[in-house]
């Protein structure tokens, strides 16, 4: 299953899938991921 393939994760930018799980991650060295794991700042 790959969670990134709807609604993009939940993530605001980049959803990366993984071996059973996925997690979100920012474009640009600028921006940081929040503590709800899923929204760049």
Do not use: P, R
Request: glycine share 12%; proline share 0%; charged share 30%.
């Amino acid at each position: 299953i790959n969670e990134c393939e709807e609604n993009n994760g939940g993530c605001s930018e980049v959803c990366e899938n993984t071996d059973g799980s996925y997690f979100c991650a920012c474009d640009g060295d600028e921006k940081i991921l929040s503590s709800d794991g899923k929204t760049c700042l």
